[in-house]
């Protein structure tokens, strides 16, 4: 899950920085966003306006549900 926060990261930064240097001004401020984003709704304090941002929040908030589903999955298989 650290490689798809660290990817998450680097694209949202790369994709919001030049529109929005306050909230995606480095990598770590964009971990901030990617992190509240892969483990909860998000906070709202951060959000992409750009449309390929957008995008990216879409695949990066949708695939979540696969990370989860496939963590428990393995978990549920070795306490069998």
């Known amino acids: ?3 798809v926060l660290i990817m998450a ?3 949202i ?3 919001e920085h030049d529109v929005q ?3 995606f001004g ?4 964009a971990m901030w966003w990617a992190m ?3 483990t909860t709704v998000g906070y709202g304090d951060v959000v992409p306006i750009t ?4 995008f990216f929040w879409r695949c990066h908030y949708y695939a979540k549900y696969g990370y989860g589903s496939h963590t428990n999955g393995f978990i549920s298989i070795e306490l069998c």
């Open 51 to 54: 449309p390929l941002g957008r």
């Open 26 to 29: 480095s990598i770590p401020d």
């Open 13 to 15: 930064y790369l994709i």
């Open 1 to 3: 899950m650290s490689v």
């Open 9 to 11: 990261s680097c694209g």
């Open 21 to 23: 240097p306050d909230k």
């Open 36 to 38: 509240a984003t892969l």
